[in-house]
């Protein structure tokens, strides 16, 4: 397991981490998310102690990175695929760390069979490709044969076939009890493949909680509800109706509503009320990407300026979403308006918030400080 507590990382002015406490348990894969420059990097070199707290604490299984003995043998880790010395094969370059940790050199030749170069072991890695170089990485992180995983944006590069190769290995890795600690800014990648969640957003945890309460406490369900094609008047009577009843109504691009804030039998009753008929009524559960966005938007550092969100103008035309017609007051005004049930985002920015840049060294939390992160139980592993 790797237990964080208070960990603080500070780069002069800087502060890069601010008192970071979580776990990360064994038999599960937990993902560590967070926006741009949000400390996730400097988390891991501190876990690995490449880089020394300012304050707080870390360690795997109860020691700090530079008391384990032999710690390759119980850590792994891919912080960066590049750190690798070009002039050499595949296979040397493994070998060298091998040799360094005590590994029989019959590893080497399984860790490159088990990450698919055995065929370019001994072709320099200078001409490796970025997805190669991911490839390589990982199985110097598997050299050791290590209870404890770390990765640092496993999937960049790779192909689709690649990318559902990681998946696989990191749940893999994990039901065989290893912790396995991965981070990425691949949503829909980490929906899939992560159990748990550790979000942090300008250097301090936000979220520590399973994949589907993350999901469930940053977003609401919603009905899709679907009127006749060409009822324009159906459609817009039904949407007047329906936030007269106090539901929020966004228009989809295929011209269904997305209708939050009611029950599905109570949004069938309205329609009935209203004599529209339906083609569509149906329950969907937001993505881990729209639920991470509204939980992180108050965090972002680094914004286009053709990004709406960068002055909190309209909502961001997201998965296909529009503004309906007959939208609620206040409704354009926000990126993402807390929705019934939902708790509020403590790092959102206020909606009048005036376009200035985000400061760019918070040395202590803001002021007034945000309530704590969201922490939900975990069943003991
Ligand atoms: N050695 C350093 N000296 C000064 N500042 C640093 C150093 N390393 C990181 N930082 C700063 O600390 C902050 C956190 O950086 P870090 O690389 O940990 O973020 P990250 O979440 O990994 O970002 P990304 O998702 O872009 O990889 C950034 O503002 C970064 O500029």
Redesign the pocket.
């Known amino acids: 397991m790797i237990e964080a507590v208070g960990l603080t990382?500070r780069?002069?002015a800087?502060?890069?981490?601010h008192n970071l406490t979580f776990q990360v348990r064994p038999g599960a894969v937990t993902g560590f998310l967070?926006?741009?420059?949000?400390?996730?990097?400097?988390?891991?070199?501190m876990i690995l102690g490449l880089?020394v707290p300012s304050a707080g604490r870390v360690t795997i299984g109860g020691q700090p990175f530079h008391k384990l003995p032999n710690a390759p043998r119980q850590v792994g880790a891919l912080l960066d695929a590049k750190a690798v010395h070009g002039g050499r094969s595949a296979r040397m370059h493994l070998l060298s760390l091998a040799q360094l940790s005590g590994i029989p050199a019959r590893r080497v030749d399984e860790v490159l069979g088990v990450v698919g170069l055995q065929d370019v072991a001994r072709k320099r890695s200078k001409g490796f490709s970025l997805g190669m170089g991911q490839r390589l990485g990982i199985a110097a992180a598997l050299l050791g044969d290590p209870q404890v995983l770390l990765f640092?944006?496993p999937v960049n590069g790779l192909d689709p076939e690649g990318i559902l190769w990681v998946r696989n290995l990191m749940k893999g890795l994990a039901a065989e009890g290893r912790t396995v600690f991965v981070?990425s800014?691949l949503m829909s990648e980490m929906a899939l493949t992560a159990d748990h969640l550790i979000v942090?957003g300008r250097?301090q945890l936000m979220a520590d909680m399973s994949v589907k309460d993350f999901i469930s406490a940053n977003s609401a369900g919603f009905a899709r509800v679907r009127t006749p094609d060409g009822e324009v008047a159906a459609r817009e009577k039904l949407t007047t109706a329906l936030v007269e009843a106090g539901a929020q109504v966004l228009s989809e691009q295929d011209g269904a509503l997305r209708v939050t804030g009611l029950a599905l039998p109570r949004i069938s009753d309205i329609a009935h009320d209203v004599d529209t008929r339906l083609w569509e009524l149906s329950p969907h559960q937001a993505s881990l990407e729209e639920a991470y966005m509204r939980m992180t938007q108050g965090a972002v550092?680094?914004r286009s300026t053709q990004d709406q969100r960068a002055g909190l103008q309209a909502p961001p035309a997201q998965h296909g979403w529009q503004q309906p017609a007959a939208a609620p007051q206040g409704w354009a005004e926000q990126a993402y308006p807390v929705l019934p049930g939902e708790q509020p985002n403590p790092y959102a920015q206020p909606v009048a918030a005036p376009q200035a840049p985000a400061p760019?060294a918070p040395a202590a939390p803001t002021t007034p400080r945000p309530p704590g992160p969201l922490r939900r139980a975990r069943p003991p592993t």
Not at 14 to 17: L, R
Not at 34 to 45: D, E, F, L
């Open positions: 990382k780069y002069g800087k502060t890069a981490v967070g926006p741009n420059g949000s400390g996730k990097s400097t988390t891991m070199r880089d640092d944006e981070s800014h942090i250097g550092d680094y760019a």
